[in-house]
């Protein structure tokens, strides 16, 4: 890959914080931060940025609006459970179609305009993500909601191979259980999932708001920075999208990611400027033993 190195113009040299050479990464594309297609040339812009400053970027993709917009196009109903959407099986081939045959075949492609880069698979592909069904929690009642899946165990042999070869993995969150079933999985509990797996130094999720809102939607304050404990009480009181993401990046930071951060993924280069700083705008997770960085 050293020719793909020499290749891209568009890579300048940058004041790259040198511990991160050689570390994990896992940044996770929101399907709402997505929706802009200049968005998501940036964004890939980005990916390639880090990767040549000695970084490992992994991605993980979602793409709940591009799976909704799809499901309403065929005349299928679609609705949420505590930020998980209730997937019948005619459901899950809409989901496997739109995730791994175009968002991901997308972002791959945006990648790869800079050089033989991505290579994208899904949490099946090498029993990548092993997922069990998942119940949601809806005001203390267990509901189900169909095939959606948790991840129970995850083998990074197949990304860490690709890495190795200097490759960027883009995953879609799909995962297979020991029972045969394909199931959905949320991107952000995939994303953390992996993240920890890899023992990533960062996992960074792009959303479409600013960060995690301290009382939403009646405030748009953000909170800057928590532990995982403080996170861990505010959790039951988060609703929709956000609960999902925070749980994954609590789940992150419990696993042994350094930090996880939630940013604006509307913000050009966003990713960029948050690993480059060092310090992040948006929402900033650590382990409850650290204070500062
Ligand atoms: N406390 C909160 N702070 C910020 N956003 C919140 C909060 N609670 C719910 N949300 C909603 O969560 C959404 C982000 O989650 P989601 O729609 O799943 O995005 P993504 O596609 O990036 O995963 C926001 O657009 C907002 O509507
Ligand atoms: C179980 C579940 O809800 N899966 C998600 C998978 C995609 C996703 O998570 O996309 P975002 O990151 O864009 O929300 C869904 O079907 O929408």
């Known amino acids: 890959m050293a020719a793909a190195r020499e290749e891209d113009p568009s890579v300048r040299p940058l004041p790259w914080p040198e511990e991160l050479r050689g570390r994990v990464v896992v940044v996770k594309f929101g399907g709402n931060a997505m929706v802009d297609p200049e968005l998501q040339l940036t964004f890939a812009q980005d990916v390639v940025e880090l ?3 000695g970084l490992r970027p992994v991605v993980v993709h979602g793409g709940g609006p591009q799976i909704s917009a799809m499901l309403e196009r065929l005349g299928l109903e679609t609705r949420f459970e505590a930020g998980l959407r209730v997937t019948t099986p005619e459901t899950m081939d809409v989901v496997r179609m739109v ?3 175009r968002v991901q075949r997308e972002l791959v492609g945006h990648i790869n305009a800079h050089g033989p880069f991505a290579v994208g698979l899904t949490g099946e592909d090498a029993h990548t993500m092993t997922a069990v069904r998942r119940p949601a929690r809806v005001d203390g009642e267990t509901v189900d909601i169909g095939l959606v899946g948790d991840v129970v165990d995850v083998n990074p042999a197949m990304v860490r ?3 190795e070869q200097d490759h960027i993995p883009v995953v879609s969150p799909v995962a297979r259980g020991a029972d045969g079933q394909v199931y959905n999985v949320n991107a952000d ?13 960062r996992l960074v999720m792009l959303t479409d708001v600013e960060g995690l809102y301290a009382d939403w939607p009646r405030s748009t304050e953000v909170i800057g920075r928590l532990t995982a404990r403080a996170l861990d009480g505010l959790l039951p009181g988060l609703a929709s999208g956000m609960l999902p993401k925070m749980e994954g990046c609590l789940r992150a930071v419990r ?3 350094r930090k996880a951060h939630v940013l604006d993924g509307r913000v ?6 948050s690993v480059l700083a060092g310090t992040s705008p948006g929402t900033t997770v650590v382990p409850d033993a650290v204070t500062r960085s």
Request: no cysteine; net charge negative.
């Open 51 to 53: 990767w040549h400053a």
């Open 99 to 101: 995730l791994t045959g």
């Open 161 to 163: 191979a690709l890495l």
């Open 189 to 201: 509990l995939a994303a953390a999932a992996l993240a920890v797996a890899l023992d990533a130094e």
């Open 255 to 257: 696993g042994g990611v």
């Open 268 to 273: 050009p280069h966003a990713v960029l400027r």
